[in-house]
């Protein structure tokens, strides 16, 4: 999460770690990212990273994922929290990890063992 400036918003969701759910999570990412004023391109990033994410999060073993969306005056910062989320489970999951996918789309993206953490500028 971005520490330079204080949050002006601070969002989320709780939800069970099923496959199903994960698309209110990316239409729920899209709609606060748009209403903030994050560009179309960058959208589809953000809904491929907590894609992403959630895939970690469910195959990890996860018993609830909660989706975390902080905005502030320069930056929206998106946090995964799950237990089993981190690089150490995806990396027995995937070929390439999830995180790995994660990181190749956001240069700061942060892992630990139970959150995936990454930012997008506004526009």
Do not use: Q, W, Y
Not at 5 to 14: E, K
Not at 53 to 80: F, N, Q, T, Y
Not at 100 to 122: C, N, Q
């Amino acid at each position: 999460m971005s520490a330079s400036s204080p949050a002006l918003a601070r969002t989320g969701m709780r939800f069970k770690p099923d496959p199903d759910l994960v698309s209110a999570a990316r239409l729920f990412t899209s709609t606060i990212a748009r209403d903030a004023g994050v560009d179309e391109g960058s959208i589809d990033d953000l809904k491929l990273a907590v894609t992403e994410a959630c895939a970690a999060a469910i195959e990890g073993g996860a018993a609830e994922i909660d989706l975390e969306l902080v905005l502030d005056e320069a930056r929206l910062s998106v946090r995964v929290t799950a237990e089993g989320i981190g690089d150490a489970a995806t990396a027995r999951s995937a070929p390439i990890g999830h995180v790995a996918l994660i990181r190749a789309l956001f240069d700061d993206t942060t892992s630990r063992p139970d959150a995936v953490s990454f930012s997008v500028p506004l526009s």
